[in-house]
């Protein structure tokens, strides 16, 4: 017996993308654009605002007498605030999907931003990037299940074109900084909190039809068995602890260029950090456009080859990098971080399919072990550049690619069928 729906309220943004009770049979091949629009713009918009805060380093070094070490912490504060609440958003989430916590989150961002503004001293510097994080740490893993909702079935396209949403915003976070905030000083930053609200406004609006259609998903597959027959326990924990360590390998390394490749820049070729900006954005910018490859190709030639080639391709770049003039730097920077940034959609939609049912729980996780990783490298790093200098940073960091060689590990999922 069919169970009748009624639809939920019109708008502007949602109206083309309401599911009815007529349409849901159908709703995995229907890709729903404009849900995906809005929720990579959302995160366009968060990794904007969070970018900001590495962005302006080099003004919150000069301005607050900070060491690299000092630096390293507000990042590892950042990060750690983001890492250990993601897994259990994601856990709570996947039980009772909490459509309108995505503003929440963001609200939290809002609060970290002008607290960053108005911080007198560097104590409130890490408050502010606690709160940022944490917003993080709410915003990702629902708005990974919502991106899964409107795929239509293209999970990796669904992943890759969320993700570049975030990419984006963290490529054109140091343009912003270096045109508001580092000519206008700490307080620039209260004016990037304006982002903030208008990503609420959406993500309310995102809201409604994210309850209604993770309704008809529960309705539909709320008898359905949600264990993957293929392969066994044993061999799927074995499948997420390799993806872990890529996910180290990846995160530990792209930390070196986000948050100390301006030091680099400047310590090596003696650039100011107002130009140092631009290559940084060359970089970010070549993460989001690779990432939006990453998705798309892993749903026609297999995750497992994406993996493969985007973190162990990078390795012959990453152990040129540390030797190379400035035109050279940029150049294989670009490059690295076109090849690498392909493999986190890829990583996530393997893990989901190798854990159906669990969507929060696997974004949470992965997306919570990457700013981890993210934080714990830029504390570690800090350390190492006091100790030997930011140079030598990027030398013992050009080894870490070649940790994808342990893609060989995972299991060869094409041609499986995976309960979902």
């Not at 939290?108 to 560097?122: E, K, S």
């Not at 993700?163 to 054109?172: E, H, L, Y």
């Not at 990078?314 to 493999?343: C, D, Q």
Request: net charge positive; proline share 4%; hydrophobic share 50%.
């Amino acid at each position: 017996m069919q169970t009748k729906t009624s639809p939920i309220p019109e708008s502007p943004l949602l109206e083309p993308l309401v599911l009815s009770a007529d349409d849901s049979t159908n709703a995995r091949e229907r890709v729903r654009y404009r849900i995906l629009g809005a929720i990579s713009f959302s995160h366009f918009l968060n990794d904007l605002m969070q970018s900001i805060l590495l962005a302006i380093y080099p003004l919150l070094k000069g301005g607050f007498s900070l060491s690299f070490s000092q630096i390293g912490l507000i990042t590892l504060t950042y990060q750690i605030t983001a890492s250990l609440l993601q897994p259990l958003v994601g856990i709570y989430t996947d039980r009772r999907p909490q459509a309108y916590s995505l503003a929440m989150g963001m609200c939290l961002t809002f609060i970290g931003l002008l607290t960053l503004a108005f911080a007198p001293n560097y104590h409130v510097l890490l408050l502010a990037a606690a709160f940022i994080g944490s917003g993080s740490s709410i915003f990702h893993p629902e708005a990974s299940r919502v991106a899964r909702l409107a795929s239509g079935g293209r999970y990796g396209f669904a992943q890759s074109f969320f993700q570049v949403g975030g990419n984006a915003g963290s490529a054109f976070g140091p343009v912003l900084a270096a045109w508001l905030i580092i000519p206008n000083g700490q307080r620039g930053v209260g004016w990037v909190s304006i982002a903030a609200l208008l990503a609420m406004l959406i993500l309310v609006r995102i809201a409604g039809w994210y309850s209604h259609a993770q309704a008809l998903h529960i309705r539909k597959h709320h008898a359905q068995k949600k264990t993957n027959s293929a392969l066994s326990n044993r061999r799927i924990a074995g499948a997420i602890l390799v993806l872990l360590v890529l996910i180290f390998s990846k995160y530990f390394y792209l930390t070196s260029l986000t948050s100390y490749y301006t030091f680099y820049l400047m310590s090596k070729f003696h650039l100011t950090a107002q130009a140092a900006q631009g290559p940084l954005f060359v970089f970010l910018f070549a993460v989001a456009l690779g990432t939006i490859l990453g998705g798309p190709i892993g749903d026609r030639i297999g995750r497992r080859r994406v993996i493969w080639g985007s973190i162990l391709g990078a390795a012959p770049f990453a152990l040129l990098l540390p030797h190379m003039e400035l035109r050279w730097t940029i150049t294989l920077t670009f490059i690295i971080g076109f090849i690498i940034a392909s493999a986190f959609s890829a990583i996530l939609v393997f893990a989901q399919e190798l854990l159906p049912g669990k969507v929060g729980m696997v974004s949470g996780l992965f997306f919570g072990f990457a700013f981890g990783m993210g934080g714990i490298g830029a504390a570690i790093l800090g350390k190492v550049a006091d100790v030997h200098g930011i140079e030598y940073v990027y030398s013992i960091c050009a080894y870490l690619p070649l940790l994808g060689v342990l893609t060989i590990l995972l299991p060869d999922t094409a041609g499986r069928r995976v309960a979902r």
